[in-house]
T-cell receptor, first 111, second 114 residues
């Protein structure tokens, strides 16, 4: 079945470092891809999305490109801040009902 | 425009009891989905409602049931609670059922089963 695999965390970085969180997916069709962020004690917030191959989603300095040839949707940010510390979830939506999530990657940014 | 809201925020129940969680969808959204998020895991899809009908279901037993009302608010009911039902329950609404549509999440209800 469809699935999402994320790199394990925690990812620990100093402020202003470059961030990459890897995400790969398995799907039989052409899913839409999403990154959600979860701050401590809160629900999920949409960070960005891409709905077809080669689309780039971007928001708040974060970017991810939908790569069909490598079935990947890696999240990047050029300069992280302490306030970016959170858990990041990659997800796909193939059918009209459910989102399929990865297990999440915890990011810790230190000053 | 108000976002997705959920109530209560926290809930403690004992094994065997029944619980009802509530969700108010974002204005204009006719589709609501429910997810269970165990500690340290990604959310798992429970079911989705579209125009008051169940539209899809994940791998959860029948003691997990739901309702969607004409105003598109929704309930998740869980009967015969088990210890493993302890989790964060998230509701998400979307404007339609296209694969490209974003699902907008509420803050969740933290359920603890003792």
């Amino acid at each position: 079945g469809d699935s999402v695999t994320q790199m394990e965390g925690p990812v620990t970085l100093s402020e202003e470092a470059f961030l990459t969180i890897n995400c790969t997916y398995t799907a039989t069709g052409y899913p839409s891809l999403f990154w959600y962020v979860q701050y401590p004690g809160e629900g999920l917030q949409l960070l960005l999305k891409a709905t077809k191959a080669d689309d780039k989603g971007s928001n708040k300095g974060f970017e991810a490109t939908y790569r069909k040839e490598t079935t990947s949707f890696h999240l990047e940010k050029g300069s992280v801040q302490v306030s970016d510390s959170a858990v990041y979830f990659c997800a796909l939506r193939q059918n009209t009902d459910k989102l399929i999530f990865g297990t999440g990657t915890r990011l810790q940014v230190f000053p | 425009e108000t976002g997705v809201t959920q109530s209560p925020t926290h809930l403690i129940k004992t094994r065997g009891q029944q619980v009802t969680l509530r969700c108010s969808s974002q204005s204009g959204h006719n589709t609501v989905s429910w997810y269970q998020q165990a500690l340290g895991q990604g959310p798992q899809f429970i079911f989705q409602y579209y125009r008051e009908e169940e539209n899809g279901r994940g791998n959860f037993p029948p003691r997990f049931s739901g309702l969607q009302f004409p105003n598109y608010s929704s309930e998740l009911n869980v009967n015969a609670l088990e210890l493993d039902d302890s989790a964060l329950y998230l509701c998400a609404s979307s404007p339609a059922q296209r694969t490209t549509d974003t699902q907008y999440f509420g803050p969740g209800t933290r359920l603890t089963v003792l």
